[in-house]
């Protein structure tokens, strides 16, 4: 099949090239004019042309209608999907083959292709896109943990290049890039709807190199910061206790063994003499990632029901995803922590606790991507990021542009500590006070003192663990 696709495309070009759909006129072909306008008194040539664009079109709809990727999976019937209208067929070909002949520059017939494929993807949504093989190369290094760059993930939102969020031990969370930074120069390229895309690119290069951005925060006088590319190395799990008792967990992006990491990472803080009474999961400015590991990592603490969701226009979109027995915290209580640079898988795992009651959340309102999109490779050796599906929370919620709203809203904020001069006595301060047993342990350690999100949620969580014991 695909065979067959590529040579009626290659008829379809041999036409192109052939100037079969165009006046003999220089002036550009005016699809508004009827085909046979004059043909009584005028030379027989558009009436030709007309038939010949004729046959070429129903060449065309039968080379689109024959798929052409490596893995046909998806049958698609005729009344699924619109047929190609003839008359946009021959506006294309008619604006083709003028960029070909006019434009000020020389430009092959490959080039012009690709862009037009570029730019049918593009108009769909922000997400969807054509991957060349360094694409391709670029998507697996992020998924697998490990590239070259500045450590930040970006969206194109109407030709502005936008911070989803920086990465944790990167040169850009160093640089104190946050998310809903707006980048408006990379070194001294301008960013605009014309090269949004490509300036992503520009952002890696070799290890040790500089590059500049220009900043927009807010309605602030935009900024530079000069950052150092390196080798992202990405650390997507780490664990540690911010008090005997109550664990903490950073996930800072779902990868192909995230699930697995996880589970060790916890495993790794229970001791025999000091169980874990509550868990801080730490979801902010995580970008997403895998879907599997997203259901890994929520199946963890999930022990039945559905975890999420996809529905799609084709039965391969459509999916369920279900809990398995098992609970690695025993029930203990879990406050997640969210904020609007936590998306996608982020978002799905936030979602699936919230919605079975498994956890608290609590933060800001996250990001909201709730698309699928699935990468369909082409015999070509390249591919295409198409959206196919959305993702559903357990209660039947889209997270698209909706984001997953906190139970508990919670603004980033610093803190200052008063100081009073003078520090207060108490009763543990007068001689011969009575002594009835050790000190509560508290938390404390440079990280609590200046994480304020942090600090609420372990608040929240020792009280949530005292509801729960008492109830008990």
């Known amino acids: 099949m695909g065979k067959v696709a590529r040579g009626l495309l290659d008829v379809v070009m041999q036409f192109i090239r052939a100037d079969a759909f165009s006046q003999r006129s220089p002036e550009v072909y005016d699809p508004d004019r009827p085909p046979y306008e004059g043909a009584e008194d005028e030379d027989p040539q558009p009436r030709l042309e007309y038939r010949t664009m004729n046959r ?209 990472r916890i495993a790794g803080l229970v001791k025999p003499s000091v169980p874990i009474d509550g868990l801080v999961l730490d979801l902010r400015s995580n970008p997403g990632g895998l879907l599997d590991a997203a259901v890994a990592v929520s199946d963890l603490f999930i022990d039945s029901g559905v975890i999420v969701s996809t529905r799609g226009r084709v039965s391969m979109s459509k999916s369920e995803f279900v809990a398995t027995p098992g609970d690695v915290l025993k029930g203990a209580p879990i406050v997640v922590l969210v904020d609007r640079g936590s998306a996608s898988a982020s978002e799905i795992v936030a979602g699936a606790l919230q919605d079975t009651r498994r956890a608290l959340i609590l933060g800001e309102t996250t990001f909201g991507k709730g698309s699928v999109q699935s990468v369909l490779p082409l015999e070509s050796g390249e591919a295409i990021k198409l959206t196919t599906a959305l993702y559903y929370t357990p209660s039947g919620r889209s997270i698209q542009a909706a984001g997953i709203v906190p139970d508990v809203e919670l603004q980033a904020a610093e803190l200052t500590p008063i100081d009073r001069g003078v520090r207060s006595v108490s009763e543990a301060d007068l001689p011969g006070h009575l002594q009835t047993g050790s000190a509560p342990a508290t938390a404390t350690g440079p990280a609590l003192e200046r994480d304020f999100m942090l600090r609420e949620a372990l608040n929240v969580l020792r009280a949530l663990v005292r509801w729960q014991n008492k109830a008990g």
């Open 56 to 264: 070429l079109a129903l060449c065309l709809c039968v080379a689109l209608a024959t798929p052409v990727f490596a893995n046909e999976t998806t049958v698609v019937t005729s009344t699924q999907i619109d047929e190609v209208d003839i008359e946009d067929i021959r506006i294309f070909t008619a604006v083709f083959r003028e960029v070909q002949r006019s434009y000020v520059e020389p430009v092959g017939a490959d080039k012009l292709m690709k862009s037009a494929i570029r730019g049918l993807l593009f108009d769909l949504d922000p997400h969807s896109a054509y991957l060349a093989k360094t694409d391709l190369e670029t998507l697996t290094d992020d998924t697998s943990g490990s590239y070259g760059g500045l450590g930040v993930e970006v969206q194109v939102r109407g030709g502005e290049l936008v911070i989803i969020s920086p990465i944790d031990d990167t040169p850009a969370a160093a640089a104190g890039i946050q998310p809903g930074d707006i980048i408006r120069r990379i070194d001294d390229t301008p960013i605009d709807i014309e090269n949004a895309n490509i300036a992503i690119d520009q952002m890696r290069g070799a290890v040790g190199s500089k590059v500049r951005l220009t900043i927009q925060r807010g309605a602030s006088v935009p900024f530079e910061v000069e950052l150092t590319r390196a080798v992202i190395d990405i650390t997507a799990v780490r664990a540690r206790m911010l008090a005997p008792g109550f664990a903490y967990v950073r996930i800072a992006a779902f990868q192909t063994n995230t699930g697995e990491e996880t589970a060790r």
